[in-house]
Structure formats: C-alpha cells, structure tokens
C-alpha cells in the first residue's frame, strides 16, 4: 500500500519567513496530493491540492509543488503569520473522489513567532 | 463549499456505555464516508471506509465487531463504540466524499470513557 513521510515534524519561522514542508510517497499510481491544515481540537481543512497533470499550483501565499519522477511534493507558504500556525498534514491518493482514500503523512506542527 | 456535520463534539461517559456518532453531509451526496481516529499530536489514522448502501471495509487491526458502521443514506453515516473502555478514548473525524469531491472532514467527536 501507499506509504507517505512528511518533514520536518516540527518547524519554527519568524513572522514574514516562508515555510516549506516536504513530502515523499511510494505508490507510483497516486496522482491527488491534498494539504490539510488543522488546528488543535479541530477538523482538518483543505487549504491547496494538486492533481498529477500539474508540477506546481498556487493560491496566494500557498504553493505546492510535485516532482512525480521522484516522488515528492512540497508545501511553501510565504509571508507567514500568526494564523498560519497549526499543523499541516499531506495526504496522497489516487484521485481526489471515487471513494478512494488518503493516506496522510505523519504531519508537521508549523509555529510563526513575532 | 462541501459541509461535513459531526455530533456530538463530545462525549464523556461510563465503562461498557455503547457510544453514536453521527457524520452528515449536508449539501452533497456522500457516496463515500471515512472514519478516522487521531491520537494527541499524532496523524489521522483510518479505521475504515464506508459506502452508502454497503457493509463498511475496515482497515486492519480495526475490529469491526467494536466499531460498528452504518452508511444507510447518502447523507448520514454512524459509528458505534460498543461497550467503550478507557482505551477507547480519542478523537474520532469523519470525513465524506461523493463524485469527484475532496475529502471535506466533520468537526471531530472528542470519546472520553471513564
């Protein structure tokens, strides 16, 4: 089965600092990469996906990027501030619905401090 | 955007209670809902993946016979702890699918067994 690892698991920015979390997976078949970000005590919220036609997307000061050769794909967020801090879960799958499901990464806890 | 309800946000009962969440999704048909369980500081971990109309597939280690599953609409699914113990206290998220629809997760139940 799909096996994905995440790092780092923790990570301290100062305000105004990007952030990159990295991910790799195993199964050559996943082509849907989604990014959670959770809160403490909250549900996981879908901030940016990427589908594997597209090496990169964009919304804002959220980027992800994807490198299927080798099998890993990135988080950058710049610009951080406070609110971006929480933790951040990447996910692959091999499409987004059909029923198919995601195996996540073991998450990073992103801390922005002023 | 897709809304997930999860009820309750929290439970806080006896040993050898039998404990209901519920998981609505409450503007798209759900063909497909998850059930997941997070541990503090740790990532989701999927219990099993339920299809509207069909007995649940669970992961494995995941007894069935004490996390029952009904998916009996396509906007509701349960889940039942049967007769709870201390060791079954967690966050338990369920998150639904339907057509080419992201996971879009509920708020979470918090299960405390006393």
């Known amino acids: 089965g799909e096996n994905v690892e995440q790092h780092p698991s923790t990570l301290s920015v100062q305000e105004g600092d990007s952030a990159v979390i990295k991910c790799t997976y195993s199964?050559?078949?996943?082509?849907?990469f989604p990014w959670y970000k959770q809160e403490l005590g909250k549900r996981p919220q879908l901030i940016i996906d990427?589908?594997?036609?597209?090496g990169e997307k964009k919304d804002q000061r959220i980027a992800v990027t994807l490198n299927k050769t080798a099998k890993h794909f990135s988080l950058h967020i710049t610009e951080t501030q406070p609110e971006d801090s929480a933790v951040y879960f990447c996910?692959?799958?091999?499409?987004?619905?059909?029923?198919?499901?995601?195996?996540f990464g073991t998450g990073t806890q992103l801390k922005v401090e002023l | 955007g897709a809304v997930v309800s999860q009820h309750p946000s929290r439970v806080i009962c006896k040993s050898g209670t039998s404990v209901k969440i519920e998981c609505r999704s409450l503007?798209?048909?759900?063909?497909?809902m998850f059930w997941y369980r997070q541990f503090p500081k740790k990532s989701l971990m999927l219990m099993a993946t339920?299809?509207?109309?069909?007995?649940?597939?669970?992961e494995q280690g995941v007894e069935k016979d004490k996390f029952l599953i009904n998916h009996a609409s396509l906007t509701l699914s349960t889940l039942t702890v049967t007769s709870a113990h201390p060791e079954d206290s967690s966050f338990y998220i369920c998150?639904?699918?339907?057509?080419?629809?992201?996971?879009?997760f509920g708020d979470g139940t918090r299960l405390s067994i006393l």
């Open positions: 998150s639904a699918t339907g057509g080419n629809q992201p996971q879009h």
């Open positions: 199964d050559s078949a996943s082509n849907y």
């Open positions: 990427i589908r594997s036609n597209v």
């Open positions: 996910a692959a799958s091999i499409s987004a619905g059909g029923g198919n499901k995601l195996t």
């Open positions: 503007d798209f048909q759900a063909t497909t």
């Open positions: 339920s299809n509207e109309g069909s007995k649940a597939t669970y």
